[in-house]
């Protein structure tokens, strides 16, 4: 299997010496994202985002298990993210490579752990019938910022989700179709998003967003995962090279920034999306679900 | 309607393609000649990688299969004598099914197989690897009631017609000579060779205006897969030979 080609030595001096006179490549701000196009399939949970030529798309599904022993109260929620050789040849199937195994972490922590599902709600009946969810994530073309596109990509998809409903009696559960009932959006406790910072020149140079050449030669990284209220759900730092830690608290000051920019672009093509969908104002009518607050208490 | 494709929108891949019929969506992407590792190497040939990843979970016993199969057919077109000791690297991305596509009552790799061929067609093209000829691959379906094929068919017609009696996957090369044939069910011999010729009149362009197809012109322009083909082919290369016609 052929390697990941690197950048030249060249191209790295270009890259760096362009970075000191303060000039990206692509003429972007340091903390600027690259333009990030978001759309939504035909079908309920799936999530294409398209961030510069980094292209990702998340896609739910749900199935009914018995709930493990352990926790009976709970749903499952799984997230599988998976390269193929589509993105890079470098990516072998079976074979996870070093970004494979920090994405999947990442996400897993940055989602899952975080409890952005609420994994009770998918309980169908206590330790005999739950939902499984499970989020594919389907890297389609690779320019780096994989872990951001992701992270966006799983929560739209989230979001866009809806899950068939069921019926109760006894020890008796059915699952309406989608003709019988309208699905029901899963609960989402808060929106937990990415934001990768690059940092080059001993810590004086942090980028937002870089693509594959500039995180080709950063000395290290550092992931930022928080809610649009500034709860970060977790930090983690790739790489050598030794951060200050007041660079740190700098880097969630602007991840609070971008993180606030983009769950407002998420919410906003929910909403087109959502009025797409609704032709003729039937679906508040259809809709079996309660209402209930849409702003979680900020603590 | 048709088919719809958009070819080489993938920037990392050597090329790459989408396709889109009845609501299956598939993207298909071809890495290669690369180069190959020691133990897959072939002395005289190229080795060819398929790769067909579902649009949940990961690959079952089902996509083994099919990989299979595409791999046995494309081998036979692709010049791998032309550039041995390389790899060809074809990796199938399954977008998108219809949603009737699990309740249809037919074998889903069936009806997955001509899309998944004509995607690694196209991503084979839009790679310009070395190809001896083309490959066009169509689905028919006879339902029980009636023993006349229906010509791919989208899923919801297969759920109207239910019970399928059998269905059959076809693939032509471009010299109308048959490549791949899968079928499934209970079939006479007459109604498979039936079947077959409707098939080759659908995959292939008819041969010096004989009408053979004479029928088929009735029910308005039917699909040809291989003018589609050469349709597609001829807009992506207008596209690309842009900077020469203008002036």
Not at chain 1, 188 to 213: G, K, M, R, W
Not at chain 1, 254 to 278: C, H, T
Not at chain 2, 152 to 162: F, N
Request: proline letters at 5%.
């Amino acid at each position: 299997m052929p390697r990941e080609a690197e950048v030249s030595v060249n191209e790295r001096a270009f890259i760096l010496e362009a970075l000191q006179e303060n000039i990206r490549l692509d003429g972007r701000a340091f903390d600027a994202f690259r333009s990030l196009e978001l759309r939504f399939g035909d079908e309920y949970g799936v999530a294409d985002v398209q961030l510069g030529k980094t292209r990702v798309i998340a896609r739910i599904s749900v199935d009914v298990t018995v709930p493990p022993p352990e926790r009976k109260f709970d749903g499952v929620f799984q997230i599988v993210a998976e390269f193929s050789p589509m993105a890079s040849p470098a990516f072998e199937i079976g074979r996870p490579t070093d970004a494979e195994v920090i994405l999947s972490r990442i996400l897993e922590k940055a989602i899952r752990r975080s409890n952005a599902l609420d994994t009770e709600s998918l309980c169908i009946i206590a330790g005999l019938k739950c939902f499984a969810l499970r989020a594919d994530v389907h890297i389609i073309d690779h320019d780096g910022g994989l872990i951001d596109a992701s992270c966006i990509a799983v929560m739209a998809a989230l979001q866009h989700f809806r899950r068939p409903d069921v019926v109760v009696e006894g020890e008796k559960a059915t699952i309406l179709s989608v003709r019988e009932r309208e699905p029901i959006p899963l609960s989402i406790l808060h929106q937990p998003l990415c934001v990768t910072f690059s940092y080059y020149e001993e810590e004086e140079i942090f980028l937002v967003d870089a693509n594959l050449a500039e995180e080709q030669v950063r000395q290290g990284e550092v992931i930022v995962t928080m809610n649009r209220h500034g709860e970060v759900c977790q930090v983690a730092k790739y790489g050598g090279a030794t951060i200050d830690p007041l660079a740190i608290l700098n880097c969630n000051n602007i991840a609070l920034q971008k993180v606030k920019d983009l769950s407002k672009l998420i919410q906003k093509r929910l909403e087109e999306d959502a009025k797409q969908r609704d032709v003729g104002g039937l679906l508040a009518e259809l809709s079996a679900e309660n209402e209930r607050p849409m702003e979680p208490p900020v603590g | 309607m048709g088919p719809q494709a958009v070819l080489s929108h993938l920037h990392r891949a050597d090329g790459s393609a989408t396709y889109a019929q009845n609501g299956y969506s598939i993207i298909g992407s071809v890495n290669g000649p690369i180069e190959v590792l020691r133990r897959d190497e072939l002395p005289e040939e190229a080795t060819i990688e398929v790769n067909i990843r579902p649009a949940i979970g990961v690959g079952s016993p089902k996509e083994r299969h099919l990989e299979t199969l595409i791999h046995n057919t494309l081998r036979s077109i692709i010049l791998t004598r032309s550039i041995p000791r390389t790899l060809l690297q074809i990796t199938l991305q399954v977008r998108s099914l219809p949603e009737e596509d699990a309740s249809t009552g037919v074998s889903t790799s069936l009806t997955l197989l001509p899309h998944l061929l004509n995607t690694a067609l196209l991503s084979l093209l839009s790679a310009s690897i070395p190809l001896s000829t083309i490959v066009t691959s169509v689905l028919l379906a006879i339902p029980a009631n009636t023993s006349t094929p229906v010509c791919s068919p989208d899923p919801k017609e297969l759920l109207r017609a239910k019970p399928i009696r059998s269905i059959h996957v076809f693939a032509f090369s471009g010299d109308r000579r048959l490549l791949l044939n899968e079928s499934d069910g209970t079939f006479s011999y007459d109604e498979w060779e039936e079947a077959c010729e409707l098939a080759e009149d659908v995959c292939c362009k008819e041969e010096g205006g004989v009408g053979l197809g004479e029928g088929m012109e009735v029910d308005g322009p039917q699909d040809n897969m291989e003018s589609w083909l050469r349709d597609v082919v001829k807009r992506k290369v207008e596209q690309e030979q842009r900077w020469r016609t203008a002036d």
